[in-house]
């Protein structure tokens, strides 16, 4: 176990929360008025007494069901993102299922009861997951059965499952075609935001998704058209230099550097009306309170036949993104919490994950059944395949650091 010298950050909030972010019916009974003060107070007591015992919550692994541990690698990034963790903790996702009205709310249910399994454990025993599988399997039946499956392929299928049952948004308005053209970039970009969130919004889309504008100009008159979209995740190439390591810093720019259009790729100008070669060139309109970038290490193709083993160097703190900005003013600024790994090749190989437990500040391995800790030197590996970056807090944010 890791000696305790910790920071414990704990966030104040505005008001006194409906439920502790581990509902104890006692402390209800007793207080169910409980000041803000006594509130941290109370708080404050469950993480140091949790450090004391040496049996912190959230490191309890989930058993392989044959070939789920692709499943099981991302379930444990999912359940250290912090914020959706304390979702499912206090069970205000109940809150927006009534609201939503929806008659299939399954696969959000058994994810907070796994989610709330993982972290209310007492004797840190493996967990099945089978229920959540049944679940996930009705909702994207391409995960039946005990094939080899991908771990990012099945985090936008379990992120839009989750999304559509908590959904704030009951009635979906007719989608509007408008000409923004007229508008600058940054009024469209917020125009396309809002039509977007008024058709999906949920506790998913305030945490994981951001906005992706694309810019294309044509090389003959210069006319150059904006395209906004939301993105979930931001999959980008593994650059190659010869020395075989790169940074992720590389990829990204090898993601937004400016692309020909040429050929058989060649688009319609807007203003010549005929098709032209044109420059594209991507850059971030909105970044996510969670980052979360996928490593495309296996071809494009169908039938995978080869993996890029390469060594991507990525920071654990304070990742600067504003030279990758629509606007460069942006705070973009974020550290690592969670990475789902790959081991082996393309034809076959085994996931596992790396997890910063948020109450200790520690990282640790999940390996299936098996939690264990790891030093944050071991957290970058050429197996790093999804990475899990969380918005870090402003400066002048209102958060209290107790260090034991």
Sequence with gaps: MPSLRHSYTVTLPEETPAAFPIDKPELRRKSPSLSRSKLVSTFMGLIINQAKNKSPQGLVGLRNLGNTCFMNSILQCLSNTSELRDYCLRNIHRTDLNNNCTANAALMEEFAKLTQSLWTSVDNEAISPSDFRSQIQRYAPKFVGCNQQDAQEFLRFLLDGLHNEVNRVTV?????IEDFDHLSDDEKGKWMW???LEREDSKVVDLFVGQLKSSVTCTVCGFR?????????LSIPVAQRSSGEVTLKDCLRLFTKEDVLDGE???T???CKTRRKCTKRFSIQKFPQILVIHLKRFSDSNIRTSKLSTYVNFPLKELDL????SDSSERAVYNLYAVSNHSGNALGGHYTSYCKNSALGEWYSYNDSRVSPVSSSQVRSSNAYVLFYELA???NSKYQTCRL
């Design 265 to 267: 790729e060649r688009p």
């Design 172 to 176: 979906r308005p007719k989608m509007s």
């Design 322 to 325: 504003r030279e990758f900005a």
């Design 194 to 196: 809002n039509m977007y």
């Design 393 to 395: 807090p402003s400066p």
């Design 269 to 271: 100008c807007n203003r």
């Design 225 to 233: 058209s904006t395209v906004f979209d939301p993105f979930w995740d």
